[in-house]
């Protein structure tokens, strides 16, 4: 057995000590986390070919990446945009090229979804080559990784130590951003919550994406919890590491992360509630976790003075014209449908709707807030295939598995396409749990 795998499975919690103090390293010290980032991919691709990939190792590295991936943008490593995506998808690469390839099969829904956002690549203009692929790169990274993740994880079959190392894998670099938030988090008579997302609370880094990373370690643990496993040896320290994120969540007043992990985490329980699963359910786990969840929002409400429910609330607020109002994303997305009918077919290709939401109305160049109204805009008729072929490839799969496994289906293809709704495919992580929810689960005996 590989030393990496003896050390998740047996020095978890001396793991859980290291990422910490990582994550004070990574607050103050770029080069160190930049250094940490580029060290991955070698250590990783030498791994997988070494023991050609047995274990999951390249499943391991994946998940560890794409935790590491808001760290290293959070603390301005001196890495490329992209890293997080073109690293996982190195990383899966050589995991397929290595593996037996009977243990994984391609979907023809995800051979049309990733085709299907071909066709409007050539129709950009190419007046500046260096433009041209960046904006490929920025806008068409997270399909391909999504569709590496769906064709490594699919069908591959997991026991229970093959999906904790997964868990594991992915919370050690988002405890290191947990700690991250809370070192730079300002004196209290310093922070002031108003009407909008707090920076403040989220390390100084754009607070939906950090929400997002924060509603996942939630969602990784309460499905846990659902399962019956223990991530970090005992209950108390799982618990903990869960109530520190959600309230970390709550204070940053980004709603996409808290309302997506809210949603895909029901949806697991809704699933799960069975007479396999119902003793589980009464002994307290999954109880132990709604009681956290909901007494911090009352503790997060009272210390912003009730600005965060105000914050949740206004979503539903309508404006003097009837329309939804209290966010941008909204007038984003309505701009997107009216490019998308002006360019039906082909759509203005990748990143060209960037530019062009300035010219229907908004005020400013903006990048799109939603994976499918972007691709609508950007792909047209293609881009929509594109997205009846994920929903349709979800309710086809659901129907094939075992309730354990409809329930990390449904769970994780939950928190892939809400935060792709919300926040489009900026981090890896929508692809990576959208692929990941499409394994299959053996229990050991």
């Known amino acids: 057995m590989p030393l990496i795998i003896q050390i998740i499975d047996n020095y978890i919690i001396h793991l859980f000590l290291v990422h910490l103090f990582f994550g004070i390293l990574a607050s103050d010290y770029p080069i160190f986390v930049t250094l940490w980032g580029w060290s991955i991919i070698p250590l990783g691709a030498t791994l997988i070919l070494k023991y050609k990939n047995r274990y999951n190792i390249a499943g391991i590295f994946t998940s560890y990446l794409t935790g590491l991936e808001i760290i290293l943008r959070m603390a301005d490593a001196r890495v490329f945009w992209e890293f997080g995506k073109y690293g996982c998808i190195i990383f899966l690469f050589l995991g397929l090229l290595v593996d037996k390839i009977k243990q994984h099969r391609i979907s023809g829904f995800m051979v049309v979804y990733i085709v299907s956002l071909l066709p409007s690549i050539f129709i950009l203009e190419v007046e500046n080559f260096n433009y041209w692929r960046q904006a490929i790169s920025f806008n068409l990274s997270g399909p391909f990784s999504l569709f590496f993740c769906f064709l490594y994880f699919r069908n591959r079959v997991f026991n229970d130590l093959d999906l904790l190392r997964i ?60 399962l019956g496993y223990v991530i970090f040896k005992k209950d108390i320290f799982d618990y903990t590491i869960l109530g520190i994120c959600s309230i970390q969540a709550y204070l940053t007043l980004a709603r996409g992360g808290v309302i997506t992990a809210a949603l895909a985490i029901f949806t697991a329980w809704l699933i799960s509630v069975n007479r396999s699963n119902a003793r589980t359910l009464r002994a307290g786990k999954f109880v132990y976790v709604v009681l956290i969840l909901i007494s911090l929002w009352y503790v997060a409400g009272d210390f912003t003075r009730g600005k965060m429910e105000q914050r949740y609330l206004s979503i539903l607020n309508v404006d003097k014209s009837g329309t939804l109002s209290g966010s941008g994303r909204i007038l984003i997305m309505s701009i997107d449908l009216k490019i998308f009918m002006d360019n039906f077919l082909l759509g203005v290709g990748p990143g060209a ?7 229907y109305g908004y005020n400013k160049i903006v990048t799109a807030h939603s994976e499918f109204t972007r691709s609508l805009a950007e792909h047209g008729v293609f881009g929509l295939l594109s997205i009846f072929t994920l929903l349709a490839l979800v309710i086809k799969e659901y129907s094939k598995r075992r309730v354990q496994e409809k329930c990390l289906l449904a769970c994780f293809s939950a928190v892939a396409i809400l935060t792709m709704l919300h926040s489009a495919m900026r981090l890896t992580m929508p692809g990576f749990v959208f692929g990941l929810a499409f394994l299959r689960l053996r229990k050991i005996k």
């Not at 594991?168 to 008579?189: F, G, Q």
């Not at 989220?202 to 939906?208: C, I, K, L, T």
């Open 353 to 359: 709707a960037t530019q062009l939401r300035q010219s």
């Open 167 to 226: 868990f594991k894998s992915i919370l050690l670099p988002l405890i290191s951003m947990s700690m991250i938030c809370i070192i730079r988090v300002p004196a209290l008579d310093d922070i002031v919550f108003g009407s909008e997302a707090n920076e403040l609370m989220s390390g100084g880094y754009g607070p939906n994406q950090v929400s997002s990373a924060l509603g996942l370690v939630v969602t990784v643990i309460a499905v846990s919890k659902i």
